[in-house]
């Protein structure tokens, strides 16, 4: 039997969460449990009915959604929280998944990209939209080593011993791509491909792969020129 994927919705306007409660309810395998107006609701929902996904936009009243993933991070760190915005400025982005966020999506995306990254951030990935890790990557280059991720530190893995498959899939991560778009283009299995995220995060002592894009860039691993 196919698992149905339970999402919470959490947003300010009432037309956003109804176009996303109707894209949820019609996806296969796939449900809208509720609908929160702002973080403290999304908190009391994530409480009753512990989602396996929440949706969460980040600019709303009372409570906002930084504010709320990282309570959700903190107290179910088993309810995956990706971020849905119109906004994708650094001011929300980098404070988003310092907090805990598995993935970062602006509202304008195409509705199979943003079904795509519920079920991605459901099997334990981390996803951005190419537009959003471009904008990490711009915050990391302008704000330096503080952005996101502690800075790098004297003995912390320097990438040196990323092979060439390896620093290829980070390449490609870096500019967006999905597990099934790195596996195209590198003419090799999604499950090679999940196996060789695996290292890396061993490799940079990591905890995920927006981490990893982090650390990377740091590194000098991928620079914007890869667009």
Do not use: W
């Amino acid at each position: 039997m196919t698992q149905n994927l339970r999402v919470l919705i959490v947003d300010d306007q009432p037309l956003m969460s109804g176009a996303l409660k109707t894209l949820v309810d019609s996806a296969p395998g796939m449900s809208c449990i509720g609908v929160a107006a702002n973080g403290a609701e999304a908190l009391e929902a994530c409480d009753a009915t512990t989602p396996d996904v929440v949706l969460m936009d980040m600019q709303m009243p009372v409570m906002d959604g930084v504010e709320a993933t990282g309570h959700i991070a903190r107290d179910h760190p088993e309810i995956r929280v990706l971020a849905i915005t119109t906004f994708t400025s650094e001011n929300y982005l980098v404070p988003a998944l310092r907090a805990g966020a598995a993935g970062y999506m602006v509202k304008d995306a195409e509705p199979a990209s943003i079904l795509s990254a519920i079920h991605a951030v459901h099997r334990g990935e981390s996803v951005l939209s190419p537009t959003v890790t471009k904008k990490l990557l711009t915050a990391i280059e302008e704000d330096g080593p503080g952005v996101g991720t502690r800075p790098v530190r004297p003995g912390d893995p320097d990438g040196s011993d990323l092979t060439e498959r390896e620093l290829g899939v980070l390449r490609l991560l870096a500019r967006g791509q999905s597990n099934t778009e790195i596996a195209q283009s590198l003419h090799l299995s999604e499950s090679t491909v999940k196996a060789t995220f695996t290292r890396i995060l061993d490799k940079l002592e990591v905890r995920d792969r927006v981490q990893a894009i982090i650390r990377s860039a740091q590194l000098g691993l991928v620079t914007l020129s890869l667009d």
